[in-house]
T-cell receptor
Framework: GEEVAQTPKHLVRGEGQKAKLYCAPI?????VFWYQQVLKNEFKFLIS????????ETGMPKERFSAKCLPNSPCSLEIQATKLEDSAVYFC??????????????FGSGTRLTVV | GQQVMQIPQYQHVQEGEDFTTYCNSS?????IQWYKQRPGGHPVFLIQ?????EVKKQKRLTFQFGEAKKNSSLHITATQTTDVGTYFC???????FGKGTSLLVTP
């Protein structure tokens, strides 16, 4: 399809619990990006993939965050032992290439994670 | 990374007035992308600028990339209520986002 599908839309976890978010990129898009949006307007880049390979993980808090993009499966972002500060909307985006002229990134509708 | 600062943070206009948001960087940017996010929604790609001095138009929206590739602007002529949302600039392949300008349009 022509949309990036993110599930679930909402996720509530108690502090210390695990959270797993999923993203199905647009078919044919070889790049996937994860972003965290906190305080309504601040986006933080987390990680990007080129197909199933990590392209850039400089934004990932390595201790508790991990991500995968395996063939024939949705990409996933997992947070072990969630903290209150992890409460945010997590967006996934996909793109056919990097900075390809005329193409932007297509974002999914996001997963709102609330840690209580 | 290619950090970008965006101003103003908020803008409240009457329908029919013009609106401009500015994006600035202390370093030369490889590109600028602009996105719009409606309240409760997700960012939607508007445009990408890559060339020095580039100007692109989409109906009432005009996008500019500075000659030194250190700043960019988005101008909306004669705003409509459908323009409400937050406009973000972003740069680099990892999309370093500015903090956005939230536009409110009063009928």
């Amino acid at each position: 399809g022509e949309e990036v599908a993110q599930t679930p839309k909402h996720l509530v976890r108690g502090e210390g619990q695990k959270a797993k978010l999923y993203c199905a990129p647009i078919k044919g898009h070889s790049y996937v990006f994860w972003y965290q949006q906190v305080l309504k307007n601040e986006f933080k880049f987390l990680i990007s993939f080129q197909n199933e390979n990590v392209f850039d993980e400089t934004g990932m808090p390595k201790e508790r965050f991990s991500a995968k993009c395996l063939p024939n499966s949705p990409c996933s972002l997992e947070i072990q032992a969630t903290k209150l500060e992890d409460s945010a909307v997590y967006f996934c985006a996909s793109s056919p290439g990097i900075l390809r002229i005329g193409y932007g990134y297509t974002f999914g509708s996001g997963t709102r994670l609330t840690v209580v | 990374g290619q950090q970008v600062m965006q101003i103003p943070q908020y803008q409240h206009v009457q329908e029919g007035e013009d609106f401009t948001t500015y994006c600035n960087s202390s370093t030369t940017l490889s590109n600028i992308q602009w996105y719009k996010q409606r309240p409760g929604g997700h960012p939607v790609f508007l445009i990408q600028l890559v060339k020095s001095g580039e100007v692109k138009k989409q109906k009432r929206l005009t996008f500019q990339f500075g000659e030194a590739k250190k700043n960019s602007s988005l101008h909306i002529t004669a705003t409509q209520t459908t323009d409400v949302g937050t406009y973000f600039c972003a740069s680099g392949y990892a999309l370093n986002f500015g903090k956005g300008t939230s536009l409110l349009v009063t009928p």
